[in-house]
């Protein structure tokens, strides 16, 4: 890997003003991310010894694995959606952001919320919904929060001096307003006013392919498509493509949903809606295809891309997308989905989008940016690599170890010594965001340091 973790480019005035809140949300994504990674040891652990740590009721295997997926997903995830979007979109649109102490509000309500329902959740007060297993009254808080933390990027779009637009500042608008909308729905007709049963379980599905999809996915598609240019110095290949991409991704994308639920108690004919719109994803998933690895196709792209310690990890997360979207593509229909609907293959499926995509090229847009909100380097090149070679094959390894023994051929043969490896995994997961921690805190700590020593910089 080259030595470009050393590069330190000049703050611009987008840098400066988003520079506190950003700052913020990538100290909280790094505190939940290892929370998250601690728990997740932890309920490998249980899994393969269920004895360990049997004791106690609040360290039951169920409560551990809401709260681990809870702290992933709405604590790592969210908090580094919120300061990659904040900061790409005020780059984009040139925009200086003066009034940092609403997001900063945004940051505490959402992080103070998150913190209450996860404890709650702690003391066994949980729903029986997927991303929904917080108590319905820390909900508000959060819609609130979201409010605050995440429409900025709106405001930096309407202010933008120019009228140009940019793909990623697409994918963000769109990601801004999915998660509102999704969230507050569900809210409303899942725990609030409960609907029949049946539709419970269908506007469910729909909220998590929503989330999944439209809000986590999308914001890792702009970055993608932000830092492949920005590092590259390459135009994206087809840019005409982009916005057929875009359109076709939105539209289809949440009405995936009934194809999670085949073989429910529910109409044959929004089954196959389901599928059909599942199907049609192939659309742009190949013009992101030819949009990413195009773009790097020429001259060498890819050994520069394996030489630039932002694109390495955003690399590695354009092939986890294009393997995750063959996957959910191809076992979307009805004979596949039938044969792995209730192994770990599905779980090995999330584990490429969510680790192998969007956390990879979180993790990249986190070396590109944090240099330029804290004016620091970054400390040490071998917590770099480190950090890179244990999340890909702990990450990596565990996706494809799930996907392998989650198909009921190989099922059978392999479930003696099925949890020692994914302890393993998990643990080289813990190793490289240890690694990562302590070279960011480093950073985050001495920018901190240095605003105190010297309050007009």
Same mark, same amino acid.
């Given at each position: 890997?080259?030595?470009?973790?050393?590069?330190?480019?000049?703050?611009?005035?987008?840098?400066?003003?988003?520079?506190?809140?950003?700052?913020?949300?990538?100290?909280?994504?790094?505190?939940?991310?290892?929370?998250?990674?601690?728990?997740?040891?932890?309920?490998?652990?249980?899994?393969?010894?269920?004895?360990?740590?049997?004791?106690?009721?609040?360290?039951?295997?169920?409560?551990?694995?809401?709260?681990?997926?809870?702290?992933?997903?709405?604590?790592?995830?969210?908090?580094?959606?919120?300061?990659?979007?904040?900061?790409?979109?005020?780059?984009?649109?040139?925009?200086?952001?003066?009034?940092?102490?609403?997001?900063?509000?945004?940051?505490?309500?959402?992080?103070?919320?998150?913190?209450?329902?996860?404890?709650?959740?702690?003391?066994?007060?949980?729903?029986?919904?997927?991303?929904?297993?917080?108590?319905?009254?820390?909900?508000?808080?959060?819609?609130?929060?979201?409010?605050?933390?995440?429409?900025?990027? %709106?405001?930096?779009?309407?202010?933008?001096?120019?009228?140009?637009?940019?793909?990623?500042?697409?994918?963000?608008?769109?990601?801004?307003?999915?998660?509102?909308?999704?969230?507050?729905?569900?809210?409303?007709?899942?725990?609030?006013?409960?609907?029949?049963?049946?539709?419970?379980?269908?506007?469910?599905?729909?909220?998590?392919?929503?989330?999944?999809?439209?809000?986590?996915?999308?914001?890792?598609?702009?970055?993608?498509?932000?830092?492949?240019?920005?590092?590259?110095?390459?135009?994206?290949?087809?840019?005409?493509?982009?916005?057929?991409?875009?359109?076709?991704?939105?539209?289809?994308?949440?009405?995936?949903?009934?194809?999670?639920?085949?073989?429910?108690?529910?109409?044959?004919?929004?089954?196959?809606?389901?599928?059909?719109?599942?199907?049609?994803?192939?659309?742009?998933?190949?013009?992101?295809?030819?949009?990413?690895?195009?773009?790097?196709?020429? %001259?060498?792209?890819?050994?520069?891309?394996?030489?630039?310690?932002?694109?390495?990890?955003?690399?590695?997360?354009?092939?986890?997308?294009?393997?995750?979207?063959?996957?959910?593509?191809?076992?979307?229909?009805?004979?596949?989905?039938?044969?792995?609907?209730?192994?770990?293959?599905?779980?090995?499926?999330?584990?490429?989008?969510?680790?192998?995509?969007?956390?990879?090229?979180?993790?990249?847009?986190?070396?590109?940016?944090?240099?330029?909100?804290?004016? %620091?380097?970054?400390?040490?090149?071998?917590?770099?690599?480190?950090?890179?070679?244990?999340?890909?094959?702990?990450?990596?390894?565990?996706?494809?170890?799930?996907?392998?023994?989650?198909?009921?051929?190989?099922? %059978?043969?392999?479930?003696?010594?099925?949890?020692?490896?994914?302890?393993?995994?998990?643990?080289?997961?813990?190793?490289?965001?240890?690694?990562?921690?302590?070279?960011?805190?480093?950073?985050?700590?001495?920018?901190?340091?240095?605003?105190?020593?010297?309050?007009?910089?």
């Amino acid at each position: 890997m080259s030595q470009d973790y050393h590069r330190q480019a000049p703050s611009s005035p987008s840098d400066t003003g988003s520079a506190l809140p950003v700052r913020l949300f990538f100290a909280s994504a790094l505190g939940w991310l290892m929370i998250s990674s601690v728990l997740g040891l932890i309920v490998s652990l249980k899994l393969q010894t269920p004895t360990f740590m049997a004791g106690c009721e609040w360290f039951t295997y169920g409560r551990l694995e809401v709260l681990q997926r809870n702290a992933f997903t709405y604590g790592w995830i969210a908090n580094a959606i919120f300061g990659v979007n904040l900061w790409i979109m005020s780059a984009l649109a040139r925009f200086e952001f003066k009034d940092s102490w609403l997001a900063v509000g945004g940051w505490l309500g959402w992080n103070l919320a998150l913190t209450l329902g996860l404890g709650a959740i702690f003391l066994g007060h949980l729903n029986g919904y997927v991303l929904l297993e917080m108590p319905k009254e820390v909900a508000p808080a959060l819609f609130i929060s979201f409010l605050f933390a995440a429409l900025w990027p %709106s405001v930096a779009f309407i202010r933008r001096p120019t009228g140009h637009v940019f793909v990623s500042q697409w994918y963000i608008i769109g990601a801004s307003f999915v998660f509102p909308v999704a969230f507050g729905i569900t809210q409303l007709l899942v725990l609030w006013y409960p609907t029949s049963g049946v539709l419970q379980a269908l506007i469910h599905s729909w909220f998590i392919q929503n989330i999944q999809l439209l809000w986590i996915g999308a914001s890792a598609i702009s970055a993608t498509y932000y830092f492949i240019s920005k590092e590259s110095g390459r135009t994206i290949s087809a840019y005409y493509l982009a916005t057929v991409g875009f359109w076709t991704y939105f539209l289809f994308a949440g009405w995936t949903a009934p194809a999670s639920l085949l073989g429910g108690p529910i109409p044959v004919w929004i089954q196959s809606v389901g599928v059909t719109t599942a199907l049609m994803m192939l659309v742009p998933a190949i013009i992101l295809g030819i949009n990413f690895f195009g773009t790097l196709s020429y %001259s060498r792209g890819f050994a520069y891309a394996w030489n630039n310690t932002t694109l390495r990890f955003v690399l590695v997360g354009m092939v986890s997308f294009a393997v995750s979207s063959a996957l959910n593509i191809v076992f979307s229909t009805r004979s596949l989905n039938a044969v792995v609907r209730f192994t770990d293959f599905t779980v090995g499926q999330q584990q490429l989008v969510n680790y192998g995509f969007v956390s990879m090229v979180f993790f990249g847009a986190a070396y590109y940016i944090l240099p330029r909100v804290t004016g %620091s380097f970054w400390p040490s090149a071998k917590l770099v690599h480190l950090h890179f070679w244990s999340c890909v094959i702990g990450g990596l390894g565990l996706a494809l170890h799930l996907l392998i023994c989650g198909y009921p051929t190989v099922n %059978s043969g392999v479930m003696s010594y099925y949890y020692i490896p994914v302890i393993f995994f998990v643990l080289l997961q813990l190793v490289g965001h240890l690694a990562f921690a302590i070279n960011s805190c480093v950073m985050l700590f001495a920018s901190a340091r240095n605003t105190n020593d010297n309050p007009h910089a």
